[in-house]
């Protein structure tokens, strides 16, 4: 049995990459292959049991937004229950970013008496992550991986290095020279006892976006594991990026249907 967990979605970013289709809608409500993406995501968690609550931060200009969007869900998924966190960001000037929005609504909320599974809502997966959170349980941090095919590609993401019971040694961003062609994605599990440290992560100063940069500090400090995407896993960051989710995922849109 699993121990209990939350979930928090990350989805206060403004995706001006994106515009003008983000001006009034937010980039994890954006339809890919029928649905939003966020439901992409979420459906792929609905598998993983004893899931206490949902949270989605996002910023003041789409909380409402997300919060209809969850009045409708539960309808078709009425195991789960979901919390809209609105982190008060007004523009892309003053956003909180991930590890930031991260830190507030553990905070706010008082979530540190329950292991913590973290992932992007802009992040798809083709298959359930069960198997990750079930993976995840038995160490302080672990990190996702999905083998991106070729090293030109994994020069846009990171580069992550383990020994041989897949525990991190190196973690770089955007590597000039990689070695292999597996990255760590935006989808992360901290076991309760992990969460103060980024309470320490942030009080320190440290960069308070881009999510991975938390998994480069934490590895030289404690253990944290790696787990291997299966199937297919899309990160929606340019029009480009949506074109090809809305064509490779209405495949799988086909069998679900």
């Not at 007004?90 to 929005?101: Q, V």
């Not at 540190?112 to 302080?140: C, E, H, I, M, T």
């Not at 580069?159 to 897949?166: M, N, P, R």
């Amino acid at each position: 049995m699993l121990p209990k967990m939350n979930v928090l979605i990350l989805a206060a970013g403004y995706a001006t990459r994106l515009y003008p289709l983000t001006l009034n809608k937010a980039k994890p409500l954006l339809s890919v292959a029928g649905k939003p993406m966020l439901e992409w995501v979420i459906d792929q968690l609905v598998p993983i049991p004893d899931i206490e609550k949902v949270y989605i931060v996002t910023n003041n200009k789409f909380a409402d937004s997300f919060q209809a969007w969850s009045d409708e869900y539960i309808r078709k998924q009425p195991k789960l229950r979901f919390q809209i966190v609105n982190d008060g960001s007004l523009t892309e000037e003053d956003k909180r970013g991930a590890i930031g929005d991260i830190h507030y609504v553990l905070q706010t909320e008082g979530l540190d008496q329950s292991d913590l599974l973290v992932v992007a809502g802009d992040n798809l997966f083709s298959q359930s992550v069960a198997g990750f959170a079930s993976f995840a349980k038995n160490y302080p941090a672990t990190l996702a991986l999905y083998d991106v095919g070729n090293l030109e590609a994994i020069k846009k993401y990171n580069h992550v290095v383990t020994d041989a019971s897949g525990r991190i040694t190196h973690f770089e961003e955007k590597p000039p020279h990689p070695t292999h062609t597996c990255t760590g994605i935006a989808l992360y599990y901290y076991r309760k006892d992990t969460l103060p440290l980024i309470d320490v992560y942030i009080r320190e100063g440290n960069n308070p976006d881009q999510p991975g940069r938390l998994i480069q500090w934490l590895y030289p400090r404690l253990e944290v594991q790696t787990w291997l995407v299966p199937g297919t896993w899309l990160d929606i960051g340019s029009k480009e990026t949506l074109e090809e989710a809305n064509r490779i995922f209405s495949q799988f849109a086909d069998k679900d249907a």
